[in-house]
T-cell receptor, first 113, second 113 residues
């Protein structure tokens, strides 16, 4: 079945710096890749997603890139702010899996003022 | 904005007891899911539900687990005989269509003593 690896597990940056989180997936048929942000004690919330027919997508300070050949995708946050501090999870949805999401282990991002 | 709701927010039970976790998905959504997250770990897929039946389940979702959509609005997860290792946060999610954002509920924290 699908397996998603996520790196790094923790990331500490200064306010205003960029943050990059990387994920790899194993099932080449996976075709939907969302990123979720989870603040302490809260529900995961979608921040951006990308489908396999697109290589890059951007939404203000957040961007996601997808390399289908290498089976990896990345989250880029520019001009980080303290409120970006949270745990970020990548996920992949295998084709034909009724859209179940297979999550990575998460990255704890700390943005220091 | 419509949200997925879950009750209770916290459930404490004795090992061997049955628990029912309740979810109200967003009203026009068609796909429903249960996930769990053991403290400090990643979100894990349990089961997906579409067209009034289970569409896929994970290895975690054994005979002790069952799901129901009894009345067209509620979506429940039952654990027949809880074990200590069932202690986790259980998230319900719903999605309006295939390959689309899954909206997560706030979760039910299950503690098995």
């Amino acid at each position: 079945g699908e397996n998603v690896e996520q790196h790094p597990s923790t990331l500490s940056v200064q306010e205003g710096d960029s943050a990059v989180i990387k994920c790899t997936y194993s099932d080449s048929a996976s075709n939907y890749f969302p990123w979720y942000k989870q603040e302490l004690g809260k529900r995961p919330q979608l921040i951006i997603d990308i489908r396999s027919n697109v290589g890059e997508k951007k939404d203000q300070r957040i961007a996601v890139t997808l390399n289908k050949t290498a089976k990896h995708f990345s989250l880029h946050i520019t001009e980080t702010q303290p409120e970006d501090s949270a745990v970020y999870f990548c996920a992949a949805s295998p084709l034909g899996g009724y859209n179940k999401l297979i999550f990575g282990a998460g990255t704890r991002l700390a943005v220091h003022p | 904005e419509p949200e997925v709701t879950q009750t209770p927010s916290h459930q404490v039970t004795q090992m061997g007891q049955e628990v029912i976790l309740r979810c109200v998905p967003i009203s026009n959504h068609l796909y429903f899911y249960w996930y769990r997250q053991i403290l400090g770990q990643k979100v894990e897929f349990l089961v997906s539900f579409y067209n009034n039946e289970i569409s896929e389940k994970s290895e975690i979702f054994d005979d002790q687990f069952s799901v129901e959509r009894p009345d067209g609005s509620n979506f429940t997860l039952k654990i027949r005989s809880t074990k200590l290792e069932d202690s986790a946060m259980y998230f319900c999610a719903s999605s309006p269509r295939s390959l689309n954002e899954q909206f997560f509920g706030p979760g039910t924290r299950l503690t098995v003593l």
